[in-house]
Protein backbone atom coordinates (compact mmCIF):
# COMPACT_ATOMS: atom_id res chain seq x y z
CA UNK A 1 0.00 0.00 0.00
CA UNK A 2 1.31 3.27 -1.25
CA UNK A 3 0.62 5.89 1.47
CA UNK A 4 2.08 8.85 -0.32
CA UNK A 5 1.39 9.10 -4.12
CA UNK A 6 3.48 11.65 -5.79
CA UNK A 7 3.19 13.70 -9.87
CA UNK A 8 3.92 13.95 -12.10
CA UNK A 9 6.92 11.26 -12.74
CA UNK A 10 8.55 13.68 -14.40
CA UNK A 11 8.59 16.77 -15.41
CA UNK A 12 10.39 20.01 -17.95
CA UNK A 13 10.15 23.34 -17.08
CA UNK A 14 12.22 26.15 -19.22
CA UNK A 15 14.66 28.55 -17.24
CA UNK A 16 12.93 31.01 -14.97
CA UNK A 17 9.37 29.32 -14.69
CA UNK A 18 7.05 27.82 -12.01
CA UNK A 19 7.94 23.63 -11.14
CA UNK A 20 5.12 22.07 -9.38
CA UNK A 21 5.03 18.87 -7.93
CA UNK A 22 1.85 17.04 -6.42
CA UNK A 23 1.50 14.56 -3.78
CA UNK A 24 -1.27 13.05 -1.97
CA UNK A 25 -1.18 10.87 1.38
CA UNK A 26 -3.67 8.46 2.88
CA UNK A 27 -2.74 8.51 6.21
CA UNK A 28 -4.43 11.13 8.68
CA UNK A 29 -1.61 10.97 11.28
CA UNK A 30 0.83 12.02 9.40
CA UNK A 31 2.29 15.21 11.07
CA UNK A 32 5.61 16.34 9.78
CA UNK A 33 5.83 16.52 5.36
CA UNK A 34 9.37 17.50 3.98
CA UNK A 35 10.34 17.47 0.05
CA UNK A 36 13.83 16.12 -0.19
CA UNK A 37 16.17 16.93 -3.31
CA UNK A 38 18.51 14.63 -4.56
CA UNK A 39 21.02 14.56 -7.19
CA UNK A 40 23.15 11.87 -9.34
CA UNK A 41 25.15 9.83 -7.00
CA UNK A 42 24.13 11.35 -3.53
CA UNK A 43 21.85 10.98 -0.68
CA UNK A 44 18.83 13.09 -0.52
CA UNK A 45 18.74 16.58 1.31
CA UNK A 46 16.28 18.50 3.20
CA UNK A 47 14.75 21.10 0.98
CA UNK A 48 11.60 22.25 3.06
CA UNK A 49 9.28 20.93 5.50
CA UNK A 50 5.68 21.85 6.64
CA UNK A 51 3.67 20.74 9.60
CA UNK A 52 -0.01 20.21 8.76
CA UNK A 53 -1.12 23.37 10.90
CA UNK A 54 0.03 25.52 8.75
CA UNK A 55 -1.65 26.32 4.87
CA UNK A 56 1.91 27.45 3.32
CA UNK A 57 5.49 27.67 4.02
CA UNK A 58 7.73 29.93 2.04
CA UNK A 59 12.16 29.23 1.44
CA UNK A 60 13.37 31.65 -1.11
CA UNK A 61 12.22 29.92 -4.57
CA UNK A 62 10.45 27.14 -2.66
CA UNK A 63 7.33 26.93 -1.56
CA UNK A 64 5.11 24.36 -0.17
CA UNK A 65 0.98 24.48 -0.25
CA UNK A 66 -0.72 22.02 2.17
CA UNK A 67 -4.68 20.97 2.01
CA UNK A 68 -5.15 19.15 5.07
CA UNK A 69 -8.79 18.66 3.85
CA UNK A 70 -8.31 17.44 0.80
CA UNK A 71 -4.72 15.24 1.79
CA UNK A 72 -2.73 16.79 -0.62
CA UNK A 73 0.59 19.08 -0.58
CA UNK A 74 2.71 20.54 -3.06
CA UNK A 75 6.47 21.67 -4.35
CA UNK A 76 6.30 25.05 -6.29
CA UNK A 77 9.66 26.07 -7.25
CA UNK A 78 10.05 29.83 -8.45
CA UNK A 79 12.13 31.36 -11.08
CA UNK A 80 13.41 27.81 -11.77
CA UNK A 81 17.48 27.48 -12.65
CA UNK A 82 19.28 24.51 -14.34
CA UNK A 83 20.72 23.50 -11.23
CA UNK A 84 17.26 22.67 -9.38
CA UNK A 85 17.51 20.22 -12.15
CA UNK A 86 17.25 17.00 -9.53
CA UNK A 87 14.72 13.98 -8.52
CA UNK A 88 12.27 15.51 -5.90
CA UNK A 89 10.87 13.31 -3.20
CA UNK A 90 8.05 14.48 -1.09
CA UNK A 91 7.57 12.18 2.11
CA UNK A 92 5.32 12.13 5.40
CA UNK A 93 5.92 10.91 8.99
CA UNK A 94 4.10 10.50 11.96
CA UNK A 95 5.25 11.01 15.37
CA UNK A 96 8.92 9.34 15.76
CA UNK A 97 7.94 7.06 12.98
CA UNK A 98 10.30 6.98 10.07
CA UNK A 99 9.83 8.47 7.04
CA UNK A 100 7.50 7.09 4.09
CA UNK A 101 8.39 8.77 1.43
CA UNK A 102 6.86 9.26 -2.78
CA UNK A 103 8.18 7.84 -5.94
CA UNK A 104 9.66 11.01 -7.07
CA UNK A 105 9.58 13.23 -10.03
CA UNK A 106 12.72 14.02 -12.27
CA UNK A 107 12.65 17.58 -12.97
CA UNK A 108 14.86 18.91 -15.58
CA UNK A 109 14.72 22.61 -15.84
CA UNK A 110 15.78 23.53 -20.05
CA UNK A 111 18.34 26.62 -20.37
CA UNK B 1 30.66 19.18 11.15
CA UNK B 2 31.47 15.63 8.65
CA UNK B 3 27.79 15.01 8.36
CA UNK B 4 26.65 11.36 7.97
CA UNK B 5 29.18 9.52 6.55
CA UNK B 6 28.78 5.99 5.12
CA UNK B 7 30.75 2.81 4.48
CA UNK B 8 31.96 1.53 1.63
CA UNK B 9 30.43 3.71 -1.36
CA UNK B 10 30.20 1.17 -3.52
CA UNK B 11 30.11 -3.02 -2.94
CA UNK B 12 29.89 -5.72 -5.37
CA UNK B 13 28.66 -9.00 -3.69
CA UNK B 14 27.57 -12.73 -4.83
CA UNK B 15 23.74 -13.89 -4.13
CA UNK B 16 23.80 -16.11 -1.05
CA UNK B 17 26.41 -14.23 0.29
CA UNK B 18 26.17 -11.34 3.64
CA UNK B 19 27.38 -8.01 3.36
CA UNK B 20 27.98 -5.30 6.57
CA UNK B 21 27.26 -1.39 5.81
CA UNK B 22 28.05 1.24 7.89
CA UNK B 23 27.24 4.73 8.76
CA UNK B 24 28.31 6.96 10.95
CA UNK B 25 25.82 9.87 12.14
CA UNK B 26 25.76 13.50 12.31
CA UNK B 27 27.48 15.34 15.24
CA UNK B 28 25.31 15.80 18.44
CA UNK B 29 22.74 12.84 16.77
CA UNK B 30 21.70 10.22 18.81
CA UNK B 31 19.40 8.62 16.39
CA UNK B 32 20.11 6.64 13.14
CA UNK B 33 17.73 4.98 10.31
CA UNK B 34 17.92 2.93 7.27
CA UNK B 35 16.67 3.25 3.88
CA UNK B 36 16.73 1.06 0.75
CA UNK B 37 16.79 3.56 -2.58
CA UNK B 38 15.92 0.87 -5.63
CA UNK B 39 16.79 2.30 -8.71
CA UNK B 40 14.09 5.24 -9.86
CA UNK B 41 12.01 4.57 -6.56
CA UNK B 42 11.69 6.48 -3.55
CA UNK B 43 14.18 5.53 -0.25
CA UNK B 44 11.92 2.60 1.71
CA UNK B 45 12.68 2.98 5.52
CA UNK B 46 13.98 -0.34 6.92
CA UNK B 47 14.39 0.21 10.78
CA UNK B 48 15.35 2.89 13.03
CA UNK B 49 18.00 2.71 15.99
CA UNK B 50 17.83 4.67 19.57
CA UNK B 51 19.91 4.18 22.48
CA UNK B 52 21.23 0.70 21.13
CA UNK B 53 17.90 -0.94 20.52
CA UNK B 54 15.44 -1.16 17.17
CA UNK B 55 12.76 0.87 17.86
CA UNK B 56 10.75 0.73 14.82
CA UNK B 57 11.10 -1.61 11.68
CA UNK B 58 9.44 -0.92 8.07
CA UNK B 59 8.18 -4.42 5.96
CA UNK B 60 11.64 -5.90 5.50
CA UNK B 61 12.41 -9.30 6.40
CA UNK B 62 14.32 -10.48 9.02
CA UNK B 63 17.44 -11.21 6.72
CA UNK B 64 17.76 -7.19 7.70
CA UNK B 65 19.13 -6.47 10.80
CA UNK B 66 21.02 -4.08 12.06
CA UNK B 67 23.33 -2.98 15.69
CA UNK B 68 23.52 0.46 16.88
CA UNK B 69 27.10 1.22 18.83
CA UNK B 70 27.13 3.12 22.19
CA UNK B 71 29.23 5.95 20.00
CA UNK B 72 25.41 5.72 17.92
CA UNK B 73 27.32 4.69 14.69
CA UNK B 74 25.33 1.89 13.28
CA UNK B 75 26.04 -1.46 11.19
CA UNK B 76 23.27 -3.18 8.54
CA UNK B 77 23.55 -6.65 7.97
CA UNK B 78 21.76 -8.50 5.13
CA UNK B 79 22.08 -12.25 4.84
CA UNK B 80 21.53 -14.65 1.94
CA UNK B 81 21.53 -12.24 -0.41
CA UNK B 82 19.15 -11.59 -3.25
CA UNK B 83 19.43 -10.18 -6.59
CA UNK B 84 16.52 -7.73 -5.60
CA UNK B 85 18.67 -6.85 -3.09
CA UNK B 86 20.65 -4.46 -5.36
CA UNK B 87 20.07 -0.71 -3.93
CA UNK B 88 21.03 2.29 -2.76
CA UNK B 89 21.10 1.85 1.03
CA UNK B 90 21.04 5.14 2.83
CA UNK B 91 21.28 6.14 6.22
CA UNK B 92 19.68 9.10 8.17
CA UNK B 93 20.72 10.79 11.59
CA UNK B 94 18.29 12.97 14.19
CA UNK B 95 18.91 14.23 17.54
CA UNK B 96 16.21 11.85 19.00
CA UNK B 97 13.43 9.58 17.11
CA UNK B 98 11.02 12.08 17.83
CA UNK B 99 13.12 14.92 15.87
CA UNK B 100 11.69 15.45 12.32
CA UNK B 101 15.18 16.76 10.66
CA UNK B 102 16.70 13.75 9.19
CA UNK B 103 20.07 14.00 7.82
CA UNK B 104 20.88 11.58 4.97
CA UNK B 105 24.48 10.12 4.08
CA UNK B 106 25.57 9.50 0.07
CA UNK B 107 24.79 5.97 0.45
CA UNK B 108 26.30 2.67 -0.53
CA UNK B 109 25.38 1.36 -3.79
CA UNK B 110 24.73 -2.54 -3.55
CA UNK B 111 24.93 -4.40 -6.67
CA UNK B 112 23.93 -7.96 -6.32
CA UNK B 113 25.52 -10.32 -8.75
Known amino acids: QQQVKQSPQSLIVQKGGISIINCAYENTAFDYFPWYQQFPGKGPALLIAIRPDVSEKKEGRFTISFNKSAKQFSLHIMDSQPGDSATYFCAAKEGADGLTFGKGTHLIIQP | DAGVTQSPTHLIKTRGQQVTLRCSPKSGHDTVSWYQQALGQGPQFIFQ???????QRGNFPDRFSGHQFPNYSSELNVNALLLGDSALYLC????????????FGQGTRLTVV
Open chain 2, 49 to 55: YYEEEER
Open chain 2, 92 to 103: ASSFRPSQTEAF
